[in-house]
């Protein structure tokens, strides 16, 4: 019996000249018909075809030889190592040639997510790679916990939507779990999953929300990742913790927060953190953090930290600004924090697929002059996805319908970036010198659209409660890069919070349903072309359980965000993760 959780998912396979030969031949046209085409029958100026071994092209209305392949030829591609997107099976696993050509790949074709290695000799199914697109919708999740105050009596927790019409059968197993767990998700429709703790990650599971110190300050936990699979495509959201009061319990939980989470057909190789400062004062030891989960055994990760951080935990310690790689399993997850100093900014490099978190233990914003502390997490977007563009929007509060005051940072990815705003934001830096150094737009409540001359990664973060609005605490969320905007969305917001916000950002002009019903409450923004839309209350949804509904005419973007006595939690509500090319050179 294979181990699942030790073998890696996807591995480059060797192999000899002699099986390439057999396996891969020439692309699946009709060889017959190009060798009448070749030089004989008119064609199209620039049109491809294979004949036998030779690429041929359309020159002057007449195929002309233009390459002779060694081991296969495909009409679109030209020689390639192997025919695109062919394989062969060995049990649930494909042998399978990626869609440019360049290699073999072995997948696993996992049962679990209703998959199965077929005669064409690849995975099939809904959830195999085949049918799924880089977006936030997936069958493989990894939730991860990430270091919170939060008393243990509340509940770590993930939101799972069914994107389809078609019931989901989801699995959960890893982390903290004995058994496990097993559930239903009705199509187009969410279910909520508590889980427990994983001591080791949430830094300690203390029932003291106000103790002074992270009981923990690292960790290395293998297999602390929760592993959730989905026989049907899914979204899905973690909570941490997912509840704002719980009956029985003397307090409130103080200290929430929420992530979008990635599928791993989606995750990538080259991340920029967002965090925020260690919070040092007196007795008061509360870190910045981050952490990275790998999904496939042998996962070599380096990281670039942008602050000391100590080693604890089974997690080794970093020095500023130098780079240190550790090995991570499938599962596996290593949490760095620094206590004094700032995580945002920092690189992490691997050589296979990963999740990265920037997250906080419990900060105040913009300063400890300002109550109160509050958990900070988000699942970073990678490299690959992120653009030069990007609309921000401050969140609200019933007192301050047009937005309640930001703390916005615009961390590069490349040197020498400069950026523009509209409107015009005062006071805004226009460049960043370095790779990882960042803008800090603070206390600004407008909202304006930023484009930048590289790839940058846009993090906003709540105030506290006592800055204006005597309503919520911090929490951290991503702007959306424009290019992955889509035309719809489930999502969920918790029912026991006192107010749930959606902001919606629209191309001027577009029709957006939520719920079915149309939302008409527009403001330009600028002259960006781009408006913004808020609902509140955002109420319990159709069905009562928390659970939205929104279209759009046009590709556009969400934010997801609530608020309850001194707390709040934040997620960008969805995206689209293709690749947008626009150069990135590591530091």
């Not at 009448?36 to 690429?55: A, F, I, K, L």
């Not at 069958?139 to 270091?147: A, Q």
């Not at 226009?430 to 846009?458: H, P, Y």
């Amino acid at each position: 019996m294979i181990d699942q959780r030790g073998r890696r998912l996807i591995r480059f396979v060797a192999v000899a000249v002699a099986i390439v030969l057999a396996a891969c031949g020439p692309s699946s046209s009709d060889d017959d018909d190009d060798d009448d085409d070749g030089g004989s029958q008119p064609c199209t100026n620039g049109e491809h075809v294979c004949t036998g071994m030779v690429w041929q092209t359309c020159v002057s209305g007449s195929f002309v030889d233009t390459e002779t392949c060694a081991t296969s030829c495909d009409a679109f591609q030209g020689c390639t190592f192997c025919a695109p997107s062919t394989g062969t099976c060995t049990g649930d696993y494909s042998q399978v040639c990626l869609p440019d050509g360049s290699a073999f790949v072995e997948q696993y074709c996992d049962p679990v997510q209703g998959m199965a290695c077929s005669t064409s000799g690849i995975c099939e199914g809904p959830c195999a790679p085949t049918s799924l697109g880089d977006s936030y919708v997936g069958c493989d999740y990894w939730p991860t916990v990430t270091g919170n105050i939060v008393s243990q009596s509340y509940e770590f927790a993930v939101a799972v939507s069914n994107t389809t019409m078609t019931a989901a059968t989801v699995t959960i197993d890893g982390g903290a779990t004995t058994a496990p767990i097993v559930f239903m998700v009705q199509p187009q429709s969410t279910s909520v999953q508590r889980l427990p703790w994983v001591p080791a990650l949430k830094l300690g599971n203390s029932t003291n929300v106000d103790q002074n110190r992270a009981p923990m300050l690292g960790a290395f936990a293998v297999g602390g990742a929760y592993h959730m699979r989905s026989t049907q495509p899914v979204t899905a959201y973690q909570f941490n913790p997912l509840d704002y009061t719980v009956p029985g319990l003397p307090t409130n939980s103080y200290s929430n927060d929420a992530s979008l989470l990635l599928p791993s057909n989606a995750w990538r190789t080259r991340y920029y953190v967002a965090s925020y400062p260690a919070l040092a004062d007196g007795s008061i030891a509360w870190p910045s953090q981050m952490a990275v989960t790998a999904h496939q055994a042998g996962t070599q990760v380096t990281i670039t930290t942008k602050a000391n951080t100590p080693a604890a935990g089974g997690a080794p310690a970093f020095v500023a600004n130098v780079p240190q790689t550790v090995v991570l399993g499938a599962g596996d997850v290593i949490e760095l924090t620094s206590i004094t100093g700032d995580l945002t900014g920092t690189y992490v490099e691997s050589n296979l697929p990963i999740e990265v978190f920037g997250a906080h233990y419990c900060t105040y914003i913009p300063s400890l002059t300002y109550g109160y502390c509050d958990h900070l997490e988000e699942s970073m977007f990678p490299i690959d996805a992120l653009s030069t563009r990007y609309v921000v929007v401050a969140p609200a509060v019933t007192t301050i319908p047009a937005g309640k005051e930001q703390v916005v940072r615009i961390i590069a990815t490349e040197p020498n970036t400069t950026v523009s705003y509209d409107p015009p934001v005062m006071g805004a830096a226009l460049t960043i010198a370095n790779a990882g150094d960042f803008i800090e737009i603070a206390r600004n409540a407008q909202s304006f659209a930023i484009t930048a001359t590289s790839k940058v990664l846009v993090s906003q973060y709540m105030e506290g409660s006592t800055v204006a609005g005597n309503t919520g605490d911090p929490s951290m969320s991503l702007a959306v890069p424009v290019e992955q905007y889509r035309n719809s969305y489930l999502f969920h917001a918790p029912t026991n919070y006192e107010t749930n916000y959606v902001d919606i950002i629209a191309p001027t002009g577009t029709s957006v349903m939520l719920d079915g019903a149309n939302i008409s409450n527009f403001t330009a923004i600028g002259a960006s072309g781009f408006s913004l839309a808020r609902v509140t209350p955002l109420g319990a949804g159709p069905l009562g359980d928390g659970n939205h509904s929104i279209t759009g005419s046009a590709a556009f973007g969400i934010s997801v965000y609530g608020y309850g006595q001194d707390t709040s939690y934040w997620y960008p509500g969805g995206l689209d993760l293709d690749i947008v090319p626009i150069g990135h050179t590591a530091p």
